[in-house]
């Protein structure tokens, strides 16, 4: 019988090294090459972190940039489809993600057809990293260790490889694979695990969601254990409370809510400093001197691309309108409205500076809404603990906030749900939560979606830019396409490997 290897895949898997500097691109073709742990280090740093680049615009950096469409899927944005401008800066980013954000079968094309994005870009990238971490891992342990500190070095080095493993397939299972449901996670399909370096000659197959978030489970409960009692490095490079806050975050998708509150809780008994809006002075709410920030990698566009004027996205009427007009996130994540847009403050926006990822960061504010979704989930005994850990939050975002304690239940739930919503914009959490939410047993809520697609054309006679195309789509709870396509290439490489079924698009022609 044929054998067919995972091609695409495993043809990036096999290298050790694939932007490294050059002596560590000789560590593919011979491993003798790694003469201690130092090395592993290096290029665990150098090539299985997520990269951060210092580009605004997404095309001159794709093959560096993670999901960015993730932020135009959901609710958080809009696409202006009014003329009143005095400018237009193109419609790059619209036709960029434009396969992605109106849910379309084919989400590498724009409405005419023509490739954009590369499909298969997320998928590669985020392999790349887990054999970096493969590769780490199976060498490890052969490095020579002498003292006290080359054994606390190699703990660590073990800890962050773990967790990068563990953080990648996460990603990978709620891109690619349906949101955990504890009725169907069995047979639901996510990704391929490979947690070898090697080449092997054989057919990948989609694991299950359940299996698979059983490996970033394990791989996390590794990572803490190695990484306990060890400081952290930096804010770029991982620690134990950030493996805490990620358990947390995993074990509240699975609807396990003990553990969701144990970790959490951990993480917050390491830090548990939140940034007080009442009197802030900061420049800015969001950086890497941020006593929220915990840790971050990769970088951020969505600053850059929700401050244009006109023609691409910005933050949404919808997301808007659950601020009231006393929360003080309103003035320090958007700041002033310029020409019907709200300028998105949060994080740094100028050209160069990319200290926090839009996709990638775990921050305290996280771990206080973990705590507080899931001890609200448990109830009786745990209903106290939710309402102290959401106003603990609150009050750090409102002026002179007086304490809810009346919220109990449903309630509560859907309060917590609305403040993660609130406060946890543009950080690469709503697609994922709205999908969560679907398949929430005791509290489910669904949401129809609706994005609309417009461009513009010139009218010299007027002098204005005017609409020139203008569609509604629409995305109903439990349709196929809040789950992405699985690569053609990897379809093709992995004979019978069943892809995730997506509909054409129907939309609504308003011009």
Same mark, same amino acid.
């Given at each position: 019988?044929?054998?067919?290897?995972?091609?695409?895949?495993?043809?990036?898997? !096999?290298?050790?090294?694939?932007? !490294?500097?050059?002596?560590?691109?000789?560590?593919?073709?011979?491993?003798?090459?790694?003469?201690?742990?130092?090395?592993?280090?290096?290029?665990? #740093?150098?090539?299985?972190?997520?990269?951060?680049?210092?580009?605004?615009?997404?095309?001159?950096?794709?093959?560096?940039?993670?999901?960015?469409?993730?932020?135009?899927?959901?609710?958080?944005?809009?696409?202006?489809?009014?003329?009143?401008?005095?400018?237009?800066?193109?419609?790059?980013?619209?036709? #960029?993600?434009?396969?992605?954000?109106?849910?379309?079968?084919?989400?590498?094309?724009?409405?005419?057809?023509?490739?954009?994005?590369?499909?298969?870009?997320?998928?590669?990238?985020?392999?790349?990293?887990?054999?970096?971490?493969?590769?780490? #891992?199976?060498?490890?342990?052969?490095?020579?260790?002498?003292?006290?500190?080359?054994?606390?070095?190699? &703990?660590?080095?073990?800890?962050? =490889?773990?967790?990068?493993?563990?953080?990648?397939?996460?990603?990978?299972?709620?891109?690619?694979?349906?949101?955990?449901?504890?009725?169907?996670?069995?047979?639901? #399909?996510?990704?391929?695990?490979?947690?070898?370096?090697?080449?092997?000659?054989?057919?990948?197959?989609?694991?299950?969601?359940?299996?698979?978030?059983?490996?970033?489970?394990?791989?996390?409960?590794? =990572?803490?254990?190695?990484?306990?009692?060890?400081?952290?490095?930096?804010?770029?490079?991982?620690?134990?409370?950030?493996?805490?806050?990620?358990?947390?975050?995993?074990?509240?998708?699975?609807?396990?809510?003990?553990?969701?509150?144990?970790?959490?809780? =951990?993480?917050?008994?390491?830090?548990?400093?939140?940034?007080?809006?009442?009197?802030?002075?900061?420049?800015?709410?969001?950086?890497?001197?941020?006593?929220?920030?915990?840790?971050?990698?990769?970088?951020?566009?969505?600053?850059?691309?929700?401050?244009?004027?006109?023609?691409?996205?910005?933050?949404?009427?919808?997301?808007?309108?659950?601020?009231?007009?006393?929360?003080?996130?309103?003035?320090?994540?958007?700041?002033?409205?310029?020409?019907?847009?709200?300028?998105?403050?949060?994080?740094?926006?100028?050209?160069?500076?990319?200290?926090?990822?839009? &996709?990638?960061?775990?921050?305290?504010?996280?771990?206080?809404?973990?705590?507080?979704?899931?001890?609200?989930?448990?109830?009786?005994?745990?209903?106290?603990? =939710?309402?102290?850990?959401?106003?603990?939050?609150?009050?750090?975002?409102?002026?002179?906030?007086?304490?809810?304690?009346?919220?109990?239940?449903?309630?509560?739930?859907?309060?917590?749900?609305?403040?993660?919503?609130?406060?946890?914009?543009?950080?690469?959490?709503?697609?994922?939560?709205?999908?969560?939410?679907? *398949?929430?047993?005791?509290?489910?809520?669904?949401?129809?979606?609706?994005?609309?697609?417009?461009?513009?054309?010139?009218?010299?006679?007027?002098?204005?830019?005017?609409?020139?195309?203008?569609?509604?789509?629409?995305?109903?709870?439990?349709?196929?396409?809040? *789950?992405?396509?699985?690569?053609?290439?990897?379809?093709?490489?992995?004979?019978?490997?069943?892809?995730?079924?997506?509909?054409?698009?129907?939309?609504?022609?308003?011009?």
């Amino acid at each position: 019988m044929k054998r067919y290897k995972f091609s695409s895949l495993i043809g990036i898997l !096999c290298c050790t090294c694939f932007a !490294c500097d050059s002596f560590l691109t000789e560590y593919s073709h011979d491993q003798a090459y790694v003469q201690s742990y130092t090395d592993l280090d290096e290029l665990l #740093l150098g090539s299985g972190y997520m990269k951060c680049t210092k580009s605004n615009k997404y095309t001159s950096s794709a093959k560096d940039t993670y999901y960015p469409y993730i932020h135009f899927m959901a609710d958080e944005t809009e696409v202006r489809t009014s003329g009143e401008f005095d400018d237009w800066y193109g419609d790059e980013t619209l036709r #960029l993600f434009y396969g992605f954000y109106t849910w379309q079968r084919e989400v590498n094309k724009d409405h005419e057809g023509t490739s954009t994005w590369t499909e298969s870009q997320d998928w590669n990238n985020l392999y790349k990293h887990i054999n970096i971490a493969n590769t780490v #891992l199976s060498q490890i342990d052969n490095q020579k260790v002498e003292t006290t500190n080359d054994q606390q070095n190699v &703990n660590r080095i073990k800890g962050e =490889a773990h967790f990068l493993r563990g953080a990648y397939y996460f990603i990978l299972a709620n891109l690619y694979g349906k949101p955990y449901s504890t009725a169907t996670a069995q047979t639901d #399909l996510a990704v391929p695990l490979k947690l070898t370096e090697y080449i092997e000659d054989k057919v990948y197959t989609r694991a299950t969601v359940e299996k698979t978030y059983e490996q970033v489970v394990k791989d996390l409960l590794e =990572a803490e254990n190695y990484l306990k009692g060890i400081s952290r490095k930096s804010v770029t490079r991982t620690s134990h409370q950030a493996t805490c806050l990620m358990l947390s975050r995993v074990y509240l998708y699975m609807q396990n809510y003990a553990e969701a509150v144990k970790w959490a809780k =951990a993480c917050l008994e390491e830090q548990s400093n939140l940034t007080d809006l009442n009197g802030f002075q900061g420049e800015m709410f969001l950086n890497q001197s941020s006593p929220e920030l915990i840790f971050t990698m990769g970088s951020n566009y969505i600053g850059y691309n929700l401050t244009q004027k006109a023609g691409n996205f910005s933050a949404s009427d919808d997301l808007m309108k659950c601020y009231s007009e006393n929360d003080l996130r309103k003035q320090f994540f958007f700041g002033a409205v310029e020409e019907g847009v709200y300028k998105y403050t949060k994080v740094f926006t100028t050209y160069g500076i990319r200290e926090i990822s839009d &996709n990638f960061i775990l921050r305290t504010a996280e771990a206080y809404l973990n705590l507080a979704e899931a001890a609200a989930c448990l109830g009786n005994e745990y209903t106290t603990e =939710a309402q102290n850990a959401y106003n603990t939050l609150r009050k750090h975002r409102f002026p002179n906030y007086t304490e809810e304690h009346f919220l109990t239940g449903k309630a509560l739930v859907e309060a917590i749900r609305l403040e993660r919503r609130r406060e946890l914009c543009f950080e690469g959490h709503r697609w994922f939560d709205l999908r969560r939410y679907m *398949v929430n047993e005791l509290y489910p809520e669904e949401k129809t979606l609706t994005n609309t697609y417009a461009l513009f054309k010139y009218n010299s006679s007027s002098e204005q830019y005017e609409t020139s195309l203008h569609r509604i789509y629409t995305l109903e709870p439990h349709d196929g396409a809040w *789950v992405l396509p699985i690569p053609d290439a990897e379809l093709e490489s992995n004979y019978g490997m069943p892809d995730n079924p997506r509909n054409e698009r129907e939309y609504k022609q308003i011009k």
